[in-house]
């Protein structure tokens, strides 16, 4: 690691890329794989958001909240479990003890980037092809690529509540679980972290001052939604919410929707994430922004307009997902070294998973967007009754003439492996006839999606296949 200010006052690259995580590592081995020199700065190269704060301490904390829920659903299948007491502080420092592992591996990983490439200093624009960095150094780079990732909104009348308010960067470090728990925001975030404190038994309270979480489109699997979080926690939507500092905690009042006032032990904030560029000069750097302080870019190649300057992950405010992030910093990696001829990429289809139990799950394009809907119920699938999952809906959007699949809402049992399936489906182009014809074995989750499909067939031109014109009994 290059980290010696004394070293050189001007370094010189083919590609500089501001930002060592998911997005940042994913563009800066993709440019050097394409033969550019490269650099990749970062003030702390202390992990990714991924292993550090976001995706995995989340799926940790997810799977305890998910053992828990087993246990509590046990007596379903004639099991009494007795003595059950969750270990709060147990449950927390497993999280850590795998966040660590996992932010160690991401570490390791830049540790064996050649020597040169990573340099250990927070960067600005100084002017089109030049950065500064805050240990004095220059930078001059034929091209350089933002990743420079998102940080979690902390409105200030929760930053007041100082250590009372959490965020995504602070709860996996709590040493214990809360007693009461404020959750403000349901989006993804929200509800993941959520349903799961209170599948481990604290008293949750979950705010939004819109009416739909997660931007859900379809009404019937937003209603599915609610019903579930209303099973495992006090849902308030369409409200506004203040905090007031309180010896015990924290007091949330709240009015619109409904109106009330509690006590709670902590808030987590999980309003949104913004782009880290406010302090990136980008007014130097010759751009184009919108009107959020975004570079306008194209998608295709990530480049921003006619520069030299690519965006990746998170920082581009696009979608804010693991997987787009590394695929947005392959892309820019691989133009910002074949620089002034990028080559545009076709993206995948988009889909978001939100770890709930069940999953939720959004894939491709929407009801408005399509002519067609088909939808499954799983109160009674098969296979989902057999393990005492059976609740959830799915919604499957095909565009006329042919049924080709567009797009799904779900949230349903084995949701994730659903949603791949799904989004490789839209992405592949088939029809529902054609997906329908393709092998399902039984008894699986896989074959409730027989009943939407059958239903977007029904309603297309192309007749159904003949094998598969009688549905499949759930107990057969
Ligand atoms: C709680 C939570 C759960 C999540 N769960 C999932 C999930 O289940 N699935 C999923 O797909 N996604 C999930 N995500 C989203 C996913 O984690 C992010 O999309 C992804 O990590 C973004 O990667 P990135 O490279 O853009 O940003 P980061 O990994 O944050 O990297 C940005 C880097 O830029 C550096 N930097 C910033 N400013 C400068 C500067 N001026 N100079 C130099 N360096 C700078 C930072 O130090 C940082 O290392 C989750 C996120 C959170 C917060």
Known sequence: MNDNPASALVLKTDVAVIGGGTAGLAAERAARKNGASTLLIDPDFNGTTCARVGCMPSKLLIAASREAARIER??????????????????????????????????????????????????RFEGPGRLLLDDGRQVEARTIVIAT????????????????????????????LPRRLAVV???????????????????????????RMAKVRCDKVHGALREV????????????????????????????????????DKVLVAVGRKPQLGGLDLDKAGLDLDDHGVPRYERTTMRCGESSVFMAGDAAADLPLLHEASHEGAIAGRNAAAFPAPIPVERNT???????????????????????????????QGRARVDGLNRGILTLYAAAPDGRLIGADLIAPAGEHLAHMLAWAVQGGLTATQLLNMPFYHPTVEEGLKQALRTI????????PPDQDAGTPAGA
Not at 85 to 102: K, Q, T
Not at 248 to 264: C, D, I, P, Q, T
Request: net charge negative.
């Open 74 to 123: 046990a007596g379903l299948f004639g099991i009494e479990v007795e003595g059950v007491r969750i270990d709060g502080p147990a449950v927390l420092r497993r999280v850590r003890i795998e966040r660590d592992r996992f932010a160690r591996l991401t570490r390791e990983a830049i540790a064996r980037l050649p020597k040169e490439v990573a340099i250990r200093a927070r960067a």
């Open 149 to 176: 990732g998102s940080a979690p909104i902390l409105p200030e009348p929760f930053a007041a509540l100082g250590a009372a308010a959490l965020t995504s960067d602070t709860v996996f470090d709590l040493e214990d």
């Open 185 to 211: 925001g349901s989006g993804a975030i929200g509800l993941e972290l959520a349903q799961a404190f209170a599948h481990l038994g604290v008293e949750v309270a979950l705010f939004d001052k819109g009416e």
């Open 229 to 264: 979080m209303e099973d495992d926690l006090a849902l308030h939507l369409g409200v506004d919410v203040t905090p007031h500092a309180s010896d015990h905690g924290v007091r949330l009042s709240w009015n619109g929707a409904s109106e009330g006032e509690a006590l709670f």
């Open 350 to 380: 988009p889909f978001a998973i939100t770890f709930t139990e069940p999953v939720l799950a959004t894939i491709g394009k929407a009801e408005k967007e399509g002519a067609v809907t088909g939808s499954a119920d799983f109160s009674n």
């Open 457 to 464: 067939c029904a309603a297309t031109p192309i007749a159904l």
